[in-house]
């Protein structure tokens, strides 16, 4: 398992060559051209043992990390939160370049063929190893590529006021971008925008989601609104 890890990693710092601006750390395929912000695409790897059979599993994602937005979450919350976060299987139907992640998620077997003689099912999801750098760069391009179509990165400001991304999202799941700590998220970049009238109206039972709300973060938000307000009267940005 962990050679396979390693060559996996490997493979990846490989591919990223290809890709001007893109490097590859901490598993994550990373972009920081832009100062304020940093674009990933995450494959999602995960490590698995099927008897004497080693796999790897693609479930891809793609994040911003903005450094502001961070550092408020840190400050606030005691935690960080990307500015935007969206896995791969919540928007299929943009996934044009990786057609079978809109019916499964594959699995990488080393050795599929041996795998098999020695009485493993044949499933559709099921591809040997040689397949995975071929899907590595398919997930490396997809992710850019949504980059390219659902974000403004024209400037800070407006990449921050474009979102949560739009997009067409799996039928299974739904748009869930006001979600969880996706809506935390969104209440904290409304603030560094300057309206804080989404927070209270996204707190309030007035607004509706599809889940139960984080309420406890956005007890936190809401409490230092007063001094987010002061500072953004008197400086035109946030500061706690």
């Given at each position: 398992m962990v050679a396979l890890k390693a060559d996996v990693m490997a493979l990846c710092k490989e591919i990223v060559k290809n890709f001007e601006g893109w490097e590859f750390l901490s598993e994550q395929f990373k972009n920081k051209s832009l100062k304020h912000t940093t674009l990933i695409v995450e494959p999602g790897f995960v490590f698995d043992q099927w008897g004497d059979r080693n796999s790897v599993k693609v479930f891809p994602s793609i994040y911003l990390d903005n450094k502001k937005a961070k550092y408020l979450c840190k400050k606030i919350l005691g935690?960080?939160?990307?500015?935007?976060?969206?896995?791969?299987?919540?928007?299929?139907?943009?996934?044009?370049?990786?057609?079978?992640?809109?019916?499964?998620?594959?699995?990488?077997?080393?050795?599929?063929?041996?795998?098999?003689?020695?009485?493993?099912?044949?499933?559709p999801y099921w591809k040997d190893i040689s397949e995975l750098p071929d899907m590595i760069e398919r997930v490396l391009r997809q992710g850019i590529l949504f980059f390219e179509k659902h974000y403004d990165f024209s400037s800070e400001k407006n990449m921050l006021e474009a979102l949560p991304a739009k997009y067409k999202a799996s039928s299974s799941g739904g748009y869930q971008e006001y979600e969880h700590s996706r809506g935390v998220m969104l209440c904290i970049i409304r603030c560094m925008l300057g309206d804080f009238e989404f927070v209270r109206r996204y707190r309030s039972a007035e607004y509706r989601t599809i889940y139960p709300k984080?309420?406890?973060?956005?007890?936190?938000?809401?409490?230092?609104?007063?001094?987010?307000?002061?500072?953004?009267?008197e400086k035109g940005y946030v500061s706690i």
């Amino acid at each position: 398992m962990v050679a396979l890890k390693a060559d996996v990693m490997a493979l990846c710092k490989e591919i990223v060559k290809n890709f001007e601006g893109w490097e590859f750390l901490s598993e994550q395929f990373k972009n920081k051209s832009l100062k304020h912000t940093t674009l990933i695409v995450e494959p999602g790897f995960v490590f698995d043992q099927w008897g004497d059979r080693n796999s790897v599993k693609v479930f891809p994602s793609i994040y911003l990390d903005n450094k502001k937005a961070k550092y408020l979450c840190k400050k606030i919350l005691g935690r960080p939160i990307y500015a935007s976060n969206i896995l791969f299987v919540g928007m299929r139907g943009e996934l044009n370049m990786l057609p079978e992640f809109a019916v499964y998620t594959p699995l990488f077997f080393q050795d599929k063929a041996g795998f098999i003689r020695e009485g493993g099912s044949d499933k559709p999801y099921w591809k040997d190893i040689s397949e995975l750098p071929d899907m590595i760069e398919r997930v490396l391009r997809q992710g850019i590529l949504f980059f390219e179509k659902h974000y403004d990165f024209s400037s800070e400001k407006n990449m921050l006021e474009a979102l949560p991304a739009k997009y067409k999202a799996s039928s299974s799941g739904g748009y869930q971008e006001y979600e969880h700590s996706r809506g935390v998220m969104l209440c904290i970049i409304r603030c560094m925008l300057g309206d804080f009238e989404f927070v209270r109206r996204y707190r309030s039972a007035e607004y509706r989601t599809i889940y139960p709300k984080m309420t406890e973060d956005l007890d936190k938000i809401m409490a230092y609104l007063p001094q987010m307000e002061k500072s953004w009267l008197e400086k035109g940005y946030v500061s706690i």
